[in-house]
C-alpha cells in the first residue's frame, strides 16, 4: 500500500451489486485505510451506523453534521457539486464539465463543495488516526470533479463483476430488464476506464469473485456489520 499511496486519497467505483461495500468494510480493517462502507449515509431515513448506533445518534456523525451543516441533500453530505437539475441531470453534466477540464487543463472550482470535500476527508483521518481515505460512494462524477480539482487521487477500486450475475441481481432487486441492466453495466465500466484514463489515476480491478469468497469465508467472524450500508470512522 505505501508504495502505491501518495496521497492517500482512493476511489472505490462500480455499478450496484458488485460487493463493494462489503470490500470496502474488510479494508478498513487494514490499518492505514480509512473506509466507511458506502460512506454517506442517507437522509432518507435513519440508518444503522457500523458502530450500532442510528446515525442522529452517533458520536462520529454528530460531529460531521456540527462541522458541515446539511444544505439541502438528499445524503449528510454532498456527494458531488449541485449545479442544476435532479440528480441524475446534475451527475451527467458534471461528468461532462469534470471531463472538459481535465482535457483542457483547467480547474473545476466549487467552493462549498470541495470545502465540505476536504473537511469530510480530514475528520476522517483525524478520528481514526488513519492516512487513507478510501470514499465508497461509488460516484464517477464525485471523482471526477475531485480530480479535476486538482486533488490528487491515487488510485480507482475498479469491481468487476460477471454481466450474467449483475443481470440476474438487477432483475431480482431492482426490476430491471436485461437489456436495461446490460446498458447500466456497459456504460458505468466502460466510464470507469475513460474517467480513470483522463484523470491520469490508474485503476486496479478487483473481481466480484474476491469479495464473494471473502464474505463467504468471513461469514462466522463477524470481520464487520455486513448488514449496515454505512459506518462510522470509530
Ligand atoms: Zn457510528
Same mark, same amino acid.
Given at each position: 500500500?505505501?508504495?502505491?499511496?501518495? =496521497?492517500?486519497?482512493?476511489?472505490?467505483?462500480?455499478?450496484?451489486? $458488485?460487493? *463493494?461495500?462489503?470490500? !470496502?468494510?474488510?479494508?478498513?480493517? $487494514?490499518?492505514?485505510?480509512?473506509?466507511?462502507?458506502?460512506?454517506?449515509?442517507?437522509?432518507? #431515513?435513519?440508518?444503522?451506523? +457500523?458502530?450500532?448506533?442510528?446515525?442522529?445518534?452517533?458520536?462520529?456523525?454528530?460531529? /460531521?453534521?456540527?462541522?458541515?451543516?446539511?444544505? &439541502?441533500?438528499?445524503?449528510?453530505?454532498?456527494?458531488?457539486?449541485?449545479?442544476?437539475?435532479?440528480?441524475?441531470?446534475?451527475?451527467?453534466?458534471? #461528468?461532462?464539465?469534470?471531463?472538459?477540464?481535465?482535457?483542457?487543463?483547467?480547474?473545476?472550482?466549487?467552493?462549498?463543495?470541495?470545502?465540505?470535500?476536504?473537511?469530510?476527508? !480530514?475528520?476522517?483521518?483525524?478520528?481514526?488516526?488513519?492516512?487513507?481515505?478510501?470514499?465508497?460512494?461509488?460516484?464517477?462524477?464525485?471523482?471526477?470533479? /475531485?480530480?479535476? !480539482?486538482?486533488?490528487?487521487?491515487?488510485? %480507482?477500486? $475498479? =469491481?468487476?463483476?460477471?454481466?450474467? +450475475?449483475? %443481470?440476474?441481481?438487477?432483475?431480482?432487486? *431492482?426490476?430491471?430488464?436485461?437489456?436495461?441492466?446490460?446498458?447500466?453495466?456497459? &456504460?458505468?465500466?466502460?466510464?470507469?476506464?475513460?474517467?480513470?484514463?483522463?484523470? +491520469? /489515476?490508474?485503476?486496479?480491478?478487483?473481481?466480484?469473485? =474476491?469479495? !464473494?469468497?471473502?464474505?463467504?469465508?468471513?461469514?462466522?467472524?463477524? %470481520?464487520?456489520?455486513?448488514?449496515?450500508? =454505512?459506518?462510522?470512522?470509530?
Amino acid at each position: 500500500m505505501s508504495r502505491l499511496t501518495k =496521497t492517500g486519497l482512493i476511489f472505490q467505483l462500480a455499478p450496484n451489486y $458488485h460487493g *463493494a461495500t462489503l470490500v !470496502s468494510l474488510l479494508l478498513n480493517n $487494514h490499518s492505514r485505510v480509512a473506509s466507511l462502507a458506502d460512506t454517506l449515509p442517507t437522509l432518507m #431515513y435513519d440508518q444503522v451506523c +457500523g458502530c450500532r448506533e442510528k446515525v442522529s445518534r452517533c458520536a462520529f456523525w454528530s460531529e /460531521v453534521r456540527r462541522r458541515i451543516p446539511e444544505r &439541502g441533500y438528499s445524503t449528510f453530505l454532498p456527494v458531488a457539486p449541485k449545479w442544476f437539475g435532479g440528480a441524475w441531470l446534475n451527475g451527467r453534466v458534471l #461528468y461532462l464539465c469534470a471531463a472538459a477540464s481535465l482535457r483542457a487543463g483547467v480547474v473545476l472550482s466549487d467552493r462549498p463543495f470541495f470545502d465540505s470535500f476536504d473537511t469530510f476527508a !480530514s475528520l476522517v483521518r483525524e478520528t481514526t488516526g488513519k492516512d487513507i481515505f478510501l470514499d465508497g460512494t461509488k460516484s464517477l462524477h464525485r471523482f471526477l470533479a /475531485v480530480a479535476a !480539482s486538482g486533488r490528487p487521487v491515487d488510485l %480507482v477500486l $475498479h =469491481t468487476i463483476r460477471d454481466p450474467r +450475475g449483475f %443481470v440476474l441481481s438487477s432483475k431480482k432487486n *431492482a426490476k430491471m430488464d436485461a437489456k436495461a441492466a446490460i446498458s447500466v453495466y456497459n &456504460g458505468y465500466h466502460s466510464r470507469v476506464l475513460r474517467a480513470s484514463a483522463l484523470a +491520469g /489515476v490508474p485503476a486496479l480491478p478487483v473481481p466480484y469473485c =474476491t469479495s !464473494s469468497l471473502i464474505a463467504y469465508f468471513t461469514k462466522s467472524f463477524s %470481520v464487520s456489520d455486513c448488514r449496515t450500508r =454505512t459506518s462510522c470512522a470509530r
